[in-house]
């Protein structure tokens, strides 16, 4: 298993945590990229049929993320009488990858570099697809671990122990920022990490949290202190 760095500051990073940031849905909005290709191709009422299907097959072991991709739309699509290609297949899966940032997010990384914060991101997908989806701002992250470097999709704690394994770091040096309660914080927080629910209108609730990644800045030094 391997994580791929990239450049980081000439100078050390001044802070001894590393941010694990949960990627699709917490700095790419892959639901507006998975909702429009669905609404296009299959129907609006296929989105929360494609949803229910990516969790209970993350839930279910390691497949590469593709496989679930291509899965979830071929049995969305099915319910709904379409009738789905290669091609169409390939297509979906380069969207979600191609995901665009939130308006805060790369302000927000430009911030936490200035700051002096070591970064991670921890996804549940493929190495070939993060590297889409990241391009052109992969040097604004430290680390970069994927569900196929650990072989684990969170919410399974594996995931995070393995990527801790691999950042040399015990959960306790980790501070882990996700949208999502029941998939990142909440795993994340049993082991030992402190965790900031960074607020993307999804209704959840947690003790730490930040509206935006410009305000979450101000949160992780408070709780780096």
Known sequence: MGAARCAVCEEEPKKSVVVVF????TLVDWKHAISSFLEFYVSSSAVGEFFECDIEKVKSGYKPYKQVLGECLAEVAAKHNVVVSDELVEAFVL????????PDTIYGLKLLKKA??????????DRDLI?????GVKG???????AEDVKAYKPNPQAFERAYKILSITPEEAIHVSAYIEYDLLPASRLGAK???????LGYDWPIKAKNMVELVNVLEALAE
């Open 22 to 25: 949960d990627l699709y849905g």
């Open 95 to 102: 969207s979600v990858a191609k995901s665009p940032p939130f």
């Open 116 to 125: 002096g914060y070591k970064t991670c991101i921890l996804s549940n997908t």
């Open 131 to 135: 590297d889409v989806t990241l391009s």
């Open 140 to 146: 604004l992250v430290d680390y970069v671990i994927t």
């Open 195 to 201: 965790t900031v629910l960074l607020d993307r209108g």
